[in-house]
Protein backbone atom coordinates (compact mmCIF):
# COMPACT_ATOMS: atom_id res chain seq x y z
CA UNK A 1 0.00 0.00 0.00
CA UNK A 2 1.37 3.58 -0.63
CA UNK A 3 0.52 6.74 -0.62
CA UNK A 4 1.50 9.65 -2.60
CA UNK A 5 1.04 13.36 -1.82
CA UNK A 6 1.50 15.86 -4.16
CA UNK A 7 0.78 19.80 -5.24
CA UNK A 8 3.03 21.08 -2.25
CA UNK A 9 4.67 24.41 -3.05
CA UNK A 10 6.23 27.98 -2.00
CA UNK A 11 3.20 30.55 -1.97
CA UNK A 12 2.18 33.76 -0.88
CA UNK A 13 -0.39 34.27 1.85
CA UNK A 14 -3.82 34.47 0.73
CA UNK A 15 -2.85 32.37 -2.38
CA UNK A 16 -4.49 29.37 -2.51
CA UNK A 17 -2.89 25.45 -3.26
CA UNK A 18 -4.53 22.07 -3.67
CA UNK A 19 -3.12 18.87 -2.40
CA UNK A 20 -3.55 15.54 -3.97
CA UNK A 21 -2.52 12.18 -2.56
CA UNK A 22 -2.96 9.13 -4.67
CA UNK A 23 -3.80 5.82 -3.28
CA UNK A 24 -2.00 2.28 -4.86
CA UNK A 25 -2.29 -1.42 -3.36
CA UNK A 26 -5.64 -1.14 -2.45
CA UNK A 27 -8.80 0.70 -2.83
CA UNK A 28 -10.02 2.83 0.25
CA UNK A 29 -13.74 3.99 -1.00
CA UNK A 30 -14.56 2.46 2.21
CA UNK A 31 -12.13 3.46 4.62
CA UNK A 32 -11.63 6.81 6.47
CA UNK A 33 -9.01 9.48 5.24
CA UNK A 34 -7.13 12.14 6.31
CA UNK A 35 -4.85 15.09 6.23
CA UNK A 36 -2.06 15.95 8.92
CA UNK A 37 0.71 18.07 9.08
CA UNK A 38 3.52 18.89 11.12
CA UNK A 39 5.49 22.62 11.45
CA UNK A 40 9.55 22.87 12.07
CA UNK A 41 9.74 21.83 15.86
CA UNK A 42 6.06 20.70 16.05
CA UNK A 43 4.01 17.69 16.74
CA UNK A 44 2.10 16.15 13.84
CA UNK A 45 -1.69 17.57 14.14
CA UNK A 46 -4.90 17.12 12.43
CA UNK A 47 -6.16 18.94 9.54
CA UNK A 48 -9.15 16.93 7.87
CA UNK A 49 -10.46 13.91 7.86
CA UNK A 50 -13.32 12.59 5.54
CA UNK A 51 -15.53 9.43 6.23
CA UNK A 52 -15.99 6.39 3.63
CA UNK A 53 -18.79 7.90 1.24
CA UNK A 54 -16.95 11.31 1.80
CA UNK A 55 -21.10 12.15 3.98
CA UNK A 56 -18.88 13.81 6.50
CA UNK A 57 -15.75 15.78 7.18
CA UNK A 58 -13.94 17.15 10.24
CA UNK A 59 -12.12 20.05 10.33
CA UNK A 60 -9.47 21.35 12.61
CA UNK A 61 -10.22 24.85 14.27
CA UNK A 62 -7.55 26.49 12.59
CA UNK A 63 -8.27 25.75 8.68
CA UNK A 64 -12.29 25.36 9.67
CA UNK A 65 -13.83 27.62 6.63
CA UNK A 66 -10.40 27.92 4.52
CA UNK A 67 -9.43 24.25 3.74
CA UNK A 68 -12.07 21.88 2.30
CA UNK A 69 -11.05 17.92 2.14
CA UNK A 70 -12.79 15.39 -0.37
CA UNK A 71 -12.39 12.58 -2.25
CA UNK A 72 -12.91 11.23 -5.57
CA UNK A 73 -12.91 7.15 -4.97
CA UNK A 74 -13.07 5.98 -9.08
CA UNK A 75 -9.25 7.62 -8.55
CA UNK A 76 -8.30 6.10 -5.27
CA UNK A 77 -7.51 10.15 -4.94
CA UNK A 78 -7.92 11.94 -1.87
CA UNK A 79 -7.64 15.87 -2.18
CA UNK A 80 -7.20 19.19 0.11
CA UNK A 81 -8.28 22.37 -1.39
CA UNK A 82 -6.31 25.00 0.89
CA UNK A 83 -7.64 28.66 0.57
CA UNK A 84 -6.65 32.02 2.24
CA UNK A 85 -3.37 30.11 3.28
CA UNK A 86 -1.47 31.85 5.92
CA UNK A 87 2.27 31.77 7.10
CA UNK A 88 1.16 29.07 10.19
CA UNK A 89 0.08 27.03 7.33
CA UNK A 90 3.54 26.30 6.69
CA UNK A 91 3.95 22.44 7.31
CA UNK A 92 4.40 18.98 5.44
CA UNK A 93 1.14 17.66 4.86
CA UNK A 94 0.66 14.40 5.52
CA UNK A 95 -2.14 11.96 3.82
CA UNK A 96 -3.33 9.24 5.95
CA UNK A 97 -5.68 6.38 5.72
CA UNK A 98 -7.65 3.63 8.02
CA UNK A 99 -6.86 -0.13 7.02
CA UNK A 100 -10.82 -0.85 8.52
CA UNK A 101 -13.60 -0.36 5.80
CA UNK A 102 -16.82 0.85 6.81
CA UNK A 103 -15.74 1.88 10.32
CA UNK A 104 -17.51 4.64 11.53
CA UNK A 105 -15.58 6.36 14.74
CA UNK A 106 -17.00 9.26 17.60
CA UNK A 107 -15.82 12.21 16.65
CA UNK A 108 -12.62 12.29 18.28
CA UNK A 109 -11.51 9.84 17.02
CA UNK A 110 -11.23 11.20 13.41
CA UNK A 111 -8.58 13.81 15.17
CA UNK A 112 -6.22 11.64 16.70
CA UNK A 113 -3.00 9.61 14.87
CA UNK A 114 -3.99 6.35 16.23
CA UNK A 115 -7.06 6.17 14.16
CA UNK A 116 -4.98 5.70 10.82
CA UNK A 117 -2.64 2.99 9.49
CA UNK A 118 -1.09 4.20 6.30
CA UNK A 119 0.81 7.27 5.84
CA UNK A 120 2.52 8.96 2.82
CA UNK A 121 5.73 10.67 2.81
CA UNK A 122 4.21 14.56 2.90
CA UNK A 123 4.35 17.00 0.72
CA UNK A 124 5.94 20.62 1.57
CA UNK A 125 4.32 23.71 1.90
CA UNK A 126 5.77 27.02 2.50
CA UNK A 127 2.88 29.98 2.72
CA UNK A 128 5.40 33.41 2.70
CA UNK A 129 4.08 36.80 4.47
Known amino acids: VQLVESGGGLVQAGDSLRLSCAAS????????MGWFRQAPGKEREFVAAVTWGGSITYYAEAVEGRFTISRDDAKNTLYLQMNSLKPEDTARYYCAADRENRRTYTRSHYYIRGTYDYWGQGTLVTVSS
Open 25 to 32: GRSFSVSV
